[in-house]
Each structure stands twice: as C-alpha cells, then as structure tokens.
C-alpha cells in the first residue's frame, strides 16, 4: 500500500524550531518529486516547499524562504521540513504531498497524487 | 508569481445537478493546472492533472478543460460525495499556488 506518514508536529513558541518527517511505503520513494503544502485552521491549501528526485533542486514559498528546509534521504525513505523562527502564522497543517510521474507530452505535470494524513503545527505562546 | 483565483466562492447545488467551477490564472500557464477535492479533515485528492486528464479511480463524471489562462472542472452529475472543497493549482512554474477554494454544499 502506498503510504505517507508525517509526523513532528506540535505545540512550539514563537521563535522556536520544529523538524517535520514524512515517511513513505509502497513506492520507490527516490523516483518522486515531493512537495510540503500546509492549511491554516479554515483557510485554503498553501504551497510551502518542493525537491527533487535527487534533492538537487528545492524551492520555497516566499513566505517560508529563509526559514525552512526542505530535504530528503533516500535510503531512508523520508521526507524532512525544518521550520526555523517559526511564527504564529506558520500555525497550520502540514502535509506531505507526492508529485505523480505520469508523463504529459514528455513531462511530468507536477500534481501532487498522494498525500499524508498531515501533522499539526501551532506556534503560539 | 502567478496567482490563481476561482469562482464561484461557494456553490449551494442538488444530487444530480451539473456543477462547472472556473479557475483563472494572471497568465498563461498552458495546460498546468490541477484539481484537488477536499473534505472536512482529510487530505486533498487529485481529481485531473495537466488541465484534462483524470487521475486514476476518479469516477468519470469529473472532467477539466482550458488552457492559457482560464480554466473549468465540470461535475457532470452532483452525487452526495461529492460535496466538499475544490481547489485548483497551478503546476507551470514555482511557487506552485493553490487557487483559494470552491466550497459545493447541498442545496
């Protein structure tokens, strides 16, 4: 079964660190681009940060830029966010997201076809 | 960046009914946009990839047409699990911007 499995979440302060996982199964984990997307409480989907195959290519929202990091291990089959400084609007849930490799006219399309069941992250005082 | 937006907000519609959702991006973005379903709680699911090409296990009353810079998902006949949020997403070039949601609920 193909499977993500985020975990790392929690309650931190204003200004604080946390280390978000994603673990897969089910899949060869270093064919796949993977993308980090959040959602604060009943607001809409966030684009946050993405990495290739390889883990030679990321990139981040603006919003994020200069405080996460984005990585992964291969040989582990995880997927990694560091959140740095981290601020009350960084309260959301984080997901991990696959990008299919579903070829369109040579290329894959960049859509995100599995996703984690996300993790919890609020930063507050 | 380019950024995304969607109309209607929010959509009231009966089991049965058509539903045609728009997306729109600032500029062209070809045909790379994607649909996700949303439920309360849940992870998204992909619904179409590449503006019109279902994902795998998606019932074939969901389609997706445009290019450029408008773009439509169609729900050809509103069945009761499809009630939940809708969101596009632009795939062409980073950041990968998620347009802000189409909530459908029962009317």
């Known amino acids: 079964e193909v499977q993500l499995v985020e975990s790392g979440g929690g309650l931190v302060q204003p200004g604080g660190s946390l280390r978000l996982s994603c673990v897969v199964s089910?899949?060869?984990?270093?064919?796949?681009?993977m993308n980090w997307v959040r959602q604060a409480p009943g607001k809409g989907l966030e684009w946050v940060s993405y990495i290739s195959s390889s883990g030679d290519t990321i990139y981040y929202a603006d919003s994020v830029k200069g405080r996460f990091t984005i990585s992964r291990d291969n040989a582990k089959n995880s997927l990694y966010l560091q959140m740095n400084s981290l601020r009350a609007e960084d309260t959301a849930v984080y997901y991990c997201?696959?990008?299919?490799?579903?070829?369109?006219?040579?290329?894959?399309?960049?859509?995100?076809?599995?996703w984690g069941q996300g993790t919890m992250v609020i930063v507050s005082s | 960046d380019i950024q995304m937006t969607q109309s209607p907000s929010s959509v009231s519609a009966s089991v049965g009914d058509r539903v045609t959702i728009t997306c729109r991006a600032s500029?062209?973005?070809?045909?790379?946009l994607a649909w996700y379903q949303q439920k309360p709680g849940k992870a998204p699911k992909l619904l179409i990839y590449?503006?019109?090409s279902l994902q795998s296990g998606v019932p074939l009353r969901f389609s997706g047409s445009g290019s450029g810079t408008d773009f439509t998902l169609t729900i050809s006949s509103l069945q009761p699990e499809d009630f939940a949020t809708y969101y596009c997403?632009?795939?062409?070039?980073?950041?990968?911007?998620f347009g802000p949601g189409t909530k459908v609920d029962i009317k």
């Open positions: 997201a696959r990008e299919t490799v579903i070829m369109v006219r040579g290329v894959t399309p960049g859509a995100c076809d599995i």
């Open positions: 997403q632009q795939t062409n070039s980073f950041p990968r911007v």
């Open positions: 089910g899949f060869t984990f270093s064919s796949h681009e």
């Open positions: 590449a503006a019109s």
């Open positions: 500029q062209g973005i070809s045909n790379w």
